[in-house]
């Protein structure tokens, strides 16, 4: 197995567990809510970390299928895994701060502070590029034998 591949499986793992934790952080603030409901991000956050363990597979199994040199696919690998935890990240500390059920609604909060928009744009950019990106190269590299 080479480091693009451990570092997908890793990242499987790493994103399970935390998904699973997160059902828990969920169920304990639904089991204290008059609505039964869990806040907006900490499911997100829930249901994307469970989902991204699911797409590091993916990605490891189009690791294996590509033929590109291997600092191309961990460079791939590492743009689509950072960006899973980067937006995990958001997610997660939206759910701490409760402070939007809408991360995308102007003006963007973080916390008690005001993000330009363009950060926001800038971020989703870079979001897009990172993993849109990473995986085309890898896709790339599975289908270009």
Avoid at 119 to 124: A, E, F, L, N, R
Avoid at 132 to 137: E, N, Q, Y
Wanted: aromatic fraction near 12%; include cysteine.
């Amino acid at each position: 197995m080479n480091l693009a591949q451990s570092i997908a499986v890793f990242a499987a793992g790493g994103f399970l567990l935390a998904g699973l934790s997160f059902g828990v952080w969920k169920y304990a603030q639904i089991s204290r809510s008059p609505k039964a409901q869990a806040s907006t991000y900490v499911d997100i956050a829930h249901r994307a970390a469970l989902m991204y363990s699911f797409a590091c597979l993916v990605v490891e199994r189009f690791v294996v299928l590509s033929t590109l040199d291997e600092t191309v696919e961990l460079a791939a690998v590492l743009a689509l895994i950072g960006f899973f935890a980067m937006g995990l990240s958001s997610y997660v500390v939206h759910g701490i701060l409760k402070d939007t059920d809408n991360q995308f609604a102007r003006p963007h909060r973080l916390g008690r502070a005001e993000l330009p928009p363009a950060v926001m744009v800038g971020s989703m950019v870079a979001l897009v590029a990172g993993e849109l990106g990473g995986f085309a190269v890898l896709f790339w590299g599975a289908i270009s034998h």
